[in-house]
């Protein structure tokens, strides 16, 4: 039993995390040399955003990762699927050590990393009460999504650096190490685990999950706020901030590179300091915190329209990554605290196949999103205020959405 006076994070907890840090930080490092690689023996960008885009393609089967996280060890799972992936990357390493490098074989690798990793994530984020008590779990999965974040912002500087300087098949051995230290790392890590006494098919596991989410309205309703966050908000970041910086805003290399830079070390903060908040945010008071993003984006628009470019690009560029900065923020804080509250309302039998499930809602959706901001922005050229008002807008019809999914919370968090 997890102590109620316990004040600080326990041993496992710790070892998680650190094995998160190796792994996470290896995958992503050999994910973007890889694909630098393809751009630069190619020249095609098209082959390079391709090749990333297919590598994703295994994010649907997170499910399957869920009912297994429900059904074995995660301990075990975690440790298993470090392993493989280490064989993986080895296998490459001795393939690129015969011949030259394939971007079939390239690809193959990336596509099978990401079903690793996506069959991973649901033992970690399932694991993840087990080892702390309630009132730190918003800051347990604050650290756990902080560090994915960090991932993604150290990977393109440390794997350019290292890229420009070390042979890839140097860097390819590097990650296949990496690996396999955080698989040995997790091996002493004790998750508590009791064994199904009946087993079914995965497919029938993958129902009854779904089963579960569609009977609980709470949990429902949750996937549906995080979906819709990544569908209306995430997008904006990946799509609408760099045209807004480029297109309208015209701005340096120098000055572009510092607004993304200072907008991800956001999300870093952003995650890192959910137990901040924690004792501020209930569900049915999550509206207020969509209201308060839709009213920074309204700055936003202001700072794109002409007359105020033309008036003073200094201001306009100030005004725009402060308000960028503080959505980027409060989405993360809100994200991380709609999946603890999931967490908390599901039992561990059915954890690893919910977190999956809501994981995957939530990913998925993102690319139609960027599909449709690409739209937007596309049709709005040189009006792109009228993009990130309706940007505004539909956050604001999410709140409302949220108002009135959310007026019960209470009650339903007590069933």
């Not at 650190?18 to 992503?28: K, M, V």
């Not at 751009?39 to 297919?54: M, N, S």
């Not at 902080?146 to 042979?167: D, K, R, T």
Request: aromatic share 10%; hydrophobic share 60%.
């Amino acid at each position: 039993m997890k102590s109620i006076q316990q004040s600080t994070f326990s041993k496992d907890f710790v070892l998680v995390v650190l094995g998160q840090i190796i792994s996470i930080l290896g995958a992503a490092l050999l994910r973007f040399a890889l694909s630098l690689y393809v751009l630069d023996l190619t020249g095609r960008a098209d082959l390079f955003a391709g090749l990333l885009a297919v590598s994703s393609i295994p994010l649907l089967l997170s499910p399957i990762g869920g009912a297994l996280a429900d059904r074995f060890n995660r301990r075990n799972l975690m440790v298993l699927f470090d392993i493989i992936s280490g064989l993986v990357i080895s296998c490459l390493f001795l393939f690129l050590s015969i011949q030259e490098p394939s971007i079939i074989v390239i690809g193959v690798a990336m596509t099978l990393l990401a079903l690793i990793s996506a069959l991973y994530t649901p033992a970690v984020l399932a694991s993840i009460p087990l080892l702390v008590i309630d009132s730190k779990l918003e800051q347990a999965n604050g650290i756990v999504q902080g560090i994915q974040a960090l991932s993604q912002v150290a990977a393109p500087v440390l794997g350019g650096v290292l890229y420009s300087m070390l042979p890839l098949k140097t860097l390819v051995i590097v990650s296949a190490i990496l690996f396999f230290c955080s698989a040995i790392l997790e091996m002493f890590i004790t998750i508590p685990f009791e064994k199904q006494a009946q087993q079914q098919p995965i497919i029938k596991d993958l129902q009854v999950g779904f089963q579960y989410v569609g009977q609980h309205t709470f949990i429902l309703k949750s996937i549906v706020l995080a979906a819709s966050l990544n569908f209306l908000l995430t997008p904006f970041f990946i799509i609408g901030v760099p045209i807004i910086l480029r297109m309208a805003m015209q701005t340096s290399d120098v000055l572009y590179g510092i607004a993304m830079g200072v907008i991800d070390l956001a999300t870093i903060i952003g995650a890192l300091s959910i137990g901040l908040f924690a004792k501020r945010l209930r569900m049915n008071l999550l509206y207020k915190w969509l209201l308060v993003i839709a009213l920074f984006a309204l700055p936003i628009a202001f700072t794109v329209t002409p007359f105020v470019l033309q008036q003073s690009f200094t201001l306009s560029f100030l005004i725009f990554t402060g308000c960028s900065i503080a959505i980027a923020m409060l989405i993360t804080v809100l994200s991380i605290f709609v999946i603890t509250a999931v967490q908390k309302q599901t039992p561990n039998e059915h954890l690893g196949k919910v977190m999956a499930i809501i994981t995957a809602s939530a990913q998925c959706i993102a690319p139609f999103g960027q599909i449709l901001y690409g739209i937007i922005f596309e049709a709005t050229q040189n009006t792109m205020y009228w993009s990130v008002l309706l940007m505004s807008l539909a956050v604001l019809l999410l709140a409302f959405l949220a108002k009135k999914m959310w007026q019960h919370a209470e009650s339903e968090e007590a069933l």
